[in-house]
């Protein structure tokens, strides 16, 4: 059963740093037979918004973080993390992790990050 376990969130003032790790057990395959990223939704019943992906080498990121959060992973120890800095009050949300193979999505449960101006 793939599991996948966020951490790393809280509350920061704008522009700290957080780094949000998501751990990936169950999962046979080699991290690079999937892409991995990170969604944030930024209130209960809104549309998750894709915020970074990665599915080897660098990463895809929306508008509104590029330049200040980076994606990577350690394919070895099935850990996906975000690397977020210069925060901003609306960067605050549940930020999840998400793992796609062939069309099929796994999720963790969410971090909470929240920043204050």
């Known amino acids: 059963q793939v599991q996948l376990v966020e951490s790393g969130g809280g509350s920061v003032q704008a522009g700290e740093s957080l780094r949000l790790s998501c751990v990936v057990s169950?999962?046979?395959?080699?991290?690079?037979?999937?892409?991995q990223s990170w969604y944030r939704q930024e209130a209960p019943g809104k549309e998750r918004e894709l915020v970074a992906?990665?599915?080897?080498?660098?990463?895809s990121y929306a508008d509104s973080v590029k330049g200040r959060f980076t994606i990577s992973r350690d394919v070895a120890k099935k850990i996906v993390y975000l690397d977020m800095s210069s925060l901003k009050p609306e960067d605050t949300g549940v930020y999840y992790c998400?793992?796609?193979?062939?069309?099929?999505?796994?999720w963790g449960q969410g971090t909470l990050v929240t920043v204050s101006a």
């Open positions: 998400n793992l796609r193979i062939s069309s099929t999505d796994y």
């Open positions: 992906l990665t599915a080897g080498d660098g990463g």
């Open positions: 169950g999962f046979a395959f080699p991290m690079n037979y999937a892409s």
